[in-house]
């Protein structure tokens, strides 16, 4: 059975939030069966801004500008200009091959075919962090660009000087392009591109968890989430009780995504994956119940108000699942009997069929026998790999003193 997303008037926002869930869906772990993507996004905007899932490395926040400033300062016909930037970014895809360190180009497989290139994907971040100064979709850019909407001011990229007022469709003080590029092209961040990204971190993202990455300096150990990080108790008082709060919500809804794919074994029947799950949902328990103590102090109010001030677009609906299962959870008196708990299967499928309606696979047999296997069970880690793929990015540039 055939799957269409369509729109007919939306806004760029909207629009690519739509895509980045099409995206999400070829990425082990990361669909989002039970509606928490909200709060697990809203989470992940607050520890690390301009950021998304989709994005692979840091440099792509200078290879767009240089783009559009070739674009910009070209006096050739300008009707064109989305197709000249689609070819300019496809054509980087080679070159960023040819190095060295090529994990991470996008675009690999698809080539010119590909339907989400850099710019679509990085166009929120450079806005962002304040290396995009146009206010507006990147649709809108092109098309004042075009039709000579805003404004034609030639200059070249890292030539205005310091303290000057920030006029332009972009930041003029990003560093200036490689002279080589884009004919040769690297992840590799000079110097000077290492510390322009730490300081619009320090203008725009102060207090983060990506900024606070890039201040320390250090190589980041390959942990599986932010809470493990060792010197997580040298951070921002405020950004320590988001990153635990974080941990709370990621480690009590595990639960829930465990006892969904276990329900789903279980209704297939699917023996392999019935045992898979048990198991895992056992480790889930004695998780939790160590870090009980933690949970039930926890101030859940607290939480929700401040997530309400950074996504006052918040569904009341996450708030009250979300509210019920870990409700029950932390007031149990024992975890042991959870994966047959009937009040807990109740709510997974309630939760499914508000979601879902007949698509729900707890109440479609079609639909259910479409299930792969694993359908969101992963813990939530609010784009940490990125997250530290980025500031490593940063912070192996900044060992690269000029």
């Not at 290396?131 to 034609?152: E, M, P, T």
């Not at 109440?363 to 813990?379: N, T």
């Amino acid at each position: 059975m055939a799957s269409y997303f369509g729109w007919l008037d939306t806004s760029e926002s909207d629009r690519r939030k739509a895509l980045d869930v099409i995206d999400l869906f070829k990425q082990r772990g990361t669909v989002d069966e039970l509606g928490i993507g909200s709060v697990r996004d809203t989470i992940a905007d607050i520890l690390s801004p301009g950021t998304s899932t989709i994005q692979t490395r840091a440099r792509y926040f200078f290879f767009i500008p240089w783009i559009y400033f070739d674009i910009e300062n070209s006096r050739t016909d300008r009707s064109k200009v989305a197709a000249r930037a689609r070819k300019a970014e496809i054509d980087l895809i080679q070159p960023l091959l040819n190095s060295s360190d090529s994990e991470g180009t996008i675009g690999v497989q698809a080539g010119a075919s590909l339907r989400r290139i850099p710019s679509m994907i990085y166009w929120n971040g450079l806005g962002r962090l304040g290396f995009r100064l146009f206010s507006g979709s990147l649709d809108q850019y092109h098309r004042a660009l075009r039709d000579g909407r805003i404004s034609d001011r030639i200059f070249d990229a890292g030539e205005a000087e310091e303290g000057a007022g920030l006029t332009g469709n972009w930041n003029p003080h990003i560093p200036g392009k490689p002279t080589d590029f884009p004919g040769e092209a690297s992840f590799s961040l000079t110097y000077s591109e290492a510390w322009f990204f730490r300081e619009q971190l320090r203008i725009h993202a102060a207090d983060t968890l990506f900024q606070q990455l890039v201040e320390l300096g250090e190589d980041i150990p390959d942990i599986d989430y932010p809470w493990e990080h060792p010197q997580l108790f040298e951070f921002p008082a405020e950004l320590q009780s988001w990153i635990r709060q974080a941990q709370y919500y990621a480690e009590i809804m595990h639960g829930a995504q465990l006892l969904y794919n276990l329900m789903l074994a279980r209704e297939l029947p699917n023996k392999d994956r019935v045992d898979e799950y048990e198991v895992r949902i056992n480790e889930w328990k004695e998780l939790a119940s160590n870090h009980m103590p933690a949970y039930r102090s926890w101030d859940r109010p607290a939480f929700w108000r401040d997530l309400r001030r950074h996504n006052p677009h918040l569904f009341a609906s996450v708030e009250q699942f979300s509210e019920e299962w870990i409700g029950h959870i932390i007031s149990a008196e024992s975890l042991n009997d959870i994966s047959k708990d009937q009040k807990c299967q109740d709510m997974i499928r309630l939760r499914e069929n508000r979601l879902k309606g007949n698509r729900a696979r707890l109440r479609s047999r079609a639909h259910l026998e479409q299930w792969g296997g694993d359908s969101g069970s992963e813990r939530l880690n609010y784009r940490w790999a990125i997250t530290r793929t980025h500031a490593m990015d940063i912070i192996r540039g900044l060992r690269r003193h000029a």
